[in-house]
Structure formats: C-alpha cells, structure tokens
T-cell receptor, first 112, second 114 residues
Framework: QKEVEQNSGPLSVPEGAIASLNCTYSDRGSQSFFWYRQYSGKSPELIMSIYSNGDKEDGRFTAQLNKASQYVSLLIRDSQPSDSATYLCAVNMNTGGFKTIFGAGTRLFVKA | DAGVIQSPRHEVTEMGQEVTLRCKPISGHDYLFWYRQTMMRGLELLIYFNNNVPIDDSGMPEDRFSAKMPNASFSTLKIQPSEPRDSAVYFC????????????FGQGTRLTVV
C-alpha cells in the first residue's frame, strides 16, 4: 500500500459544480494534513491544512478529515475554470522521523 | 522575502556529466527539503536538512546523488554522473518546522539528461 493514495483522475466537472477530491493514508498516527495545488509547469502551493477530525472551511474550499478511516478530502464549491490544476494531498508522517509525503495528485478539469 | 530561489530553471546535459542544482531558502526557515517530481513517481522527498544538518537522506536514489547545505542560505543537490533516468523536475522547499506548517516551494529546476 502506498503511503498516500489519490485517484489520479482526471476529474472533470462543469463550472459552478462541486469538485470532490479524495485521499487515503497509511500511517494511523499522522497528525498534519495538507492540500497543495499545482498548475501545469508551476510549483505546488498550499491551499488548505487540517489537523483535527471534521471540516475546515476557507472560502470555496472545505477540507474534511476522518482519522479513524485514514481519509482526507477536499471539496471545491462553485468550481471555476481557474481551479483546473493538479491537487496534491500531503501527510506528515512519523516514519523513523517526521516527513511530509505527497500523493501522486489528482488532475482536475473545470469545464466552462 | 523573494521566496525560495532555485537555479538554474532549466538544465540540459549529456549523460555522464555532473549536474549541480542550487537553492536559497526563505530566510528564517530552519528546514530545507529537496524533492523530485516525475510523471511516474510523483513528488518524492529526496533529503531534508534541519539547521543545515542533513536529517534524512533515505530518499536519495543512489550514491550518484549528494546534497550539501554549507550555510543557512544555500544548498546544493549534485548528480555525478548523470543518467537519462534522472530527468525530472527538482524542487527545493523550506519551512519553519517539519510537522504542521506550510512548505514553500521554489520554482523548480527542469533537468533533462540526454
């Protein structure tokens, strides 16, 4: 099992719809979780971090964490074409020292 | 602050040549990370430093790869000799800690080994 797993997509949604991105992780002791957005040819940039079970909202973005299920998700409401990018799930794990491990990313396309 | 600065942005080299990638982290950040990104393997952590000291290099693929951080404002990743399978985008990132804070990424170096 990979340490951080994501569906590679592509995920295609119409403009104005909700995009739902999912991620599972292997280390039950993980405490810090992040969503990065990466536009084509650019570097990753942080859009959300979450540390406690439940939901965390920031504008059109909501991160959801369920540690019992080892599952973290990102919802993007009112999706815009400018949201088209690859979304990377990242989990800080203690694997003989703390490291942030990235998933392979999910490509999102928002159709105008 | 200008953010994490990497150089060069693009590098094309012949197989067998030495390649050196450079990184200047954000001032005040105690942690520096080197990542490699490919389509097949995604974003992989190669090595990270805390206060200029290498902490975990378990992600370095082979002895051909080496990294140094001689001071708080400069780090290098060297590949010698380079091989075509080293072709990737190499990112440097820095952060205040290694647990719960954001890592800021540089613009990356796109390496092509022919």
């Amino acid at each position: 099992q990979k340490e951080v797993e994501q569906n590679s997509g592509p995920l295609s949604v119409p403009e104005g719809a909700i995009a739902s991105l999912n991620c599972t992780y292997s280390d039950r002791g993980s405490q810090s979780f992040f969503w990065y957005r990466q536009y084509s040819g650019k570097s990753p940039e942080l859009i959300m971090s979450i540390y406690s079970n439940g939901d965390k909202e920031d504008g059109r973005f909501t991160a959801q964490l369920n540690k019992a299920s080892q599952y973290v998700s990102l919802l993007i409401r009112d999706s815009q074409p400018s949201d088209s990018a690859t979304y990377l799930c990242a989990v800080n794990m203690n694997t003989g020292g703390f490291k942030t491990i990235f998933g392979a990313g999910t490509r999102l396309f928002v159709k105008a | 602050d200008a953010g994490v600065i990497q150089s060069p942005r693009h590098e094309v080299t012949e197989m067998g040549q030495e390649v050196t990638l450079r990184c200047k982290p954000i001032s005040g950040h105690d942690y520096l990370f080197w990542y490699r990104q490919t389509m097949m393997r995604g974003l992989e952590l190669l090595i990270y430093f805390n206060n200029n000291v290498p902490i975990d290099d378990s992600g370095m693929p082979e002895d051909r790869f080496s990294a140094k951080m001689p001071n708080a404002s400069f780090s290098t990743l060297k590949i010698q000799p380079s091989e075509p399978r080293d072709s990737a985008v190499y990112f440097c990132a820095s952060s205040w800690d290694n647990r719960g804070t954001e890592a800021f990424f540089g613009q990356g170096t796109r390496l092509t080994v022919v």
